[in-house]
């Protein structure tokens, strides 16, 4: 085998837990992401926490990116990341965006989510903090 | 091959069936880490009794929604289940969306079934290549059936044949012009056609046409490629397009055709693995080489033509220096 020209480009999950049913901001993110070059594996909507933890293992990626707008991130986000301790995944980064009081999101980032992002962040932001947090940068 | 040595730890590790290390060696053989060669080698005996099916076809007429299906089928009469889902690469930014597991549904913490997404990173050649190894690593860790998921464009569905013992070849109703332009690429690839979105009219009328197609090719006493109807919606057909894939996969055990697939798919992939390292070898090397110096210096005085200078430099080259540690 030959040794690839370019750097492999980072892997990233994105998944929407909890129950409600809009997906067009992931989907817009996902597509960003893409355009910055990245794999993007789009798990859709209400995914449990046991499904993106497996997805992310399955898929080996580089990086978890969650968006919810139901409300339930406190119970979410934070089996997410205990699920992947206990899945000896706890080094994949993972970052969230949706609609996360300021409270909320300081208590996350406690947790270990490494980004979060709200409704107005622009995508030029999230695409360079995703690629900053990556566990394996391109 | 020497006889029993100690099994890589990676290789160990396939088969305890850890999910971790599988899809690690999936990335190191999806970016070509050469590091991972003897892990392929150790586990290469551990393979071939995984059936390993293609279903390819135009975006959009229900694969991955039909994987989901047989997916669940299988699972129901114990059958363990690898899925690969490959989806192209953007040519401009290199990236792709791979949305594939949003149709996949399975039972919470099914040990019995493994997905992984691949994207085609550029070439089709690297995508089979890939994909082989990774449908390969399935096998190894006990995955009774892999089910491999393409984008019928061009080369990546012939590709498929490299790969499957047995290619499904999934259309719709009413695709009109672009069967037409698929047909003539279509028969080299098809043990199986499925006609989806069977609940959607029209499909009798395909499945008809299609039917006249296949009875016109000139393929005596060979396979002759079966139609199925299926819909994804309501679930009908699917149990028919299982049992005629195991129609398929039960010629090849009878009529010696599994033998002949898998020297024609290895001798594939030894060329392509011949051609990676005779590339590697020579990239570069030419023009540091002192032998070929004189030579380079005639084709750059016009003495010698660069046509004839490759064939002087095949010809030295036959004995390979050994390979470079990389
Ligand atoms: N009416 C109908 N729609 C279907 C059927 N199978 C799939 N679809 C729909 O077709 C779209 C594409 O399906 P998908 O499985 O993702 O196609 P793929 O791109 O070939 O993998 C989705 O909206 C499905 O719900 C079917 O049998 N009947
Ligand atoms: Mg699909």
């Known amino acids: 085998m030959t040794r690839a020209v370019k750097p492999p480009p980072i892997r990233v999950l994105i998944a929407k837990p909890g129950l409600d049913g809009h997906d067009r901001g992931a989907k817009v993110v996902a597509r960003a992401l893409r355009d910055a070059g990245m794999e993007v594996i789009y798990a859709g909507l209400r995914q449990t926490p046991e499904e993106i933890v497996e997805a992310a293992i399955e898929e080996d990626v580089d990086l978890i990116g969650l968006s919810i707008l139901s409300g339930a991130h406190m119970a979410l986000f934070p089996k997410v990341l205990k699920l992947l301790k206990l899945r000896k995944a706890g080094n994949i980064p993972v970052f969230a965006g949706g609609i996360i009081p300021d409270e909320d999101a300081r208590a996350l980032k406690r947790h270990g989510i490494k980004a979060i992002f709200g409704p107005g962040t622009s995508l030029e932001e999230i695409v360079t903090t995703a690629k900053g947090i990556a566990r394996r940068s391109s | ?326």
């Open chain 2, 1 to 326: 091959m020497r006889p029993r040595s100690p099994l890589p730890p990676a290789a160990r590790a396939i088969l305890r069936r850890d999910r971790g290390a599988l899809a690690r060696l999936i990335t190191q053989v999806e970016r070509r880490d050469p590091a991972v060669v003897p892990t392929l080698k150790a586990l290469y005996p551990r393979t071939g009794s995984a059936r390993i099916i293609g279903i390819t076809g135009p975006l959009g007429v229900g694969k991955s929604s039909l994987v989901n299906l047989l997916l669940a089928q299988l699972r129901a009469s114990g059958k363990t289940v690898g899925v690969i889902g490959v989806d192209p690469s953007s040519p401009f930014s290199g990236g792709s969306v791979l949305g594939d597991r949003i149709r996949l549904e399975r039972k919470a913490g099914d040990p019995g079934v493994f997905i992984r997404s691949m994207a085609s990173r550029g070439h089709a050649g690297g995508v089979a290549a890939a994909t082989l190894q990774a449908a390969r690593l399935l096998d190894a860790f006990g995955m009774d059936v892999v089910l491999v998921e393409t984008v019928g464009s061009g080369q990546v569905d012939v590709a498929i044949r490299d790969i499957a013992s047995t290619s499904v070849v999934v259309l719709v109703p009413h695709l009109g012009d672009e069967v037409q332009t698929l047909k003539a690429g279509l028969f080299e690839i098809a043990d199986v056609f499925c006609i989806n979105k069977g609940d959607l009219p029209g499909a009798d009328l395909a499945a008809k046409d299609l039917r006249e197609y296949v009875s016109l090719a000139n393929n005596a006493g060979r396979w002759k490629p079966e139609i199925v109807v299926t819909s994804a919606r309501d679930g009908s057909g699917v149990p028919e397009l299982w049992q005629a894939i195991e129609r398929h996969e039960a010629y090849l055990d009878r009529d010696g055709g599994r033998l002949a697939g898998d020297r024609r798919r290895a001798s594939r992939e030894i060329e392509e693995l011949v051609l990676d390292r005779v590339a590697g070898d020579l990239r570069g090397a030419l023009e540091n080489e002192p032998k070929h110096a004189a030579l380079l210096e005639r084709v750059a005085r016009r003495e010698v033509d660069p046509h004839t200078a490759s064939e002087i430099v095949s010809r030295t080259r036959v004995r390979r220096r050994p390979p470079r540690s990389r």
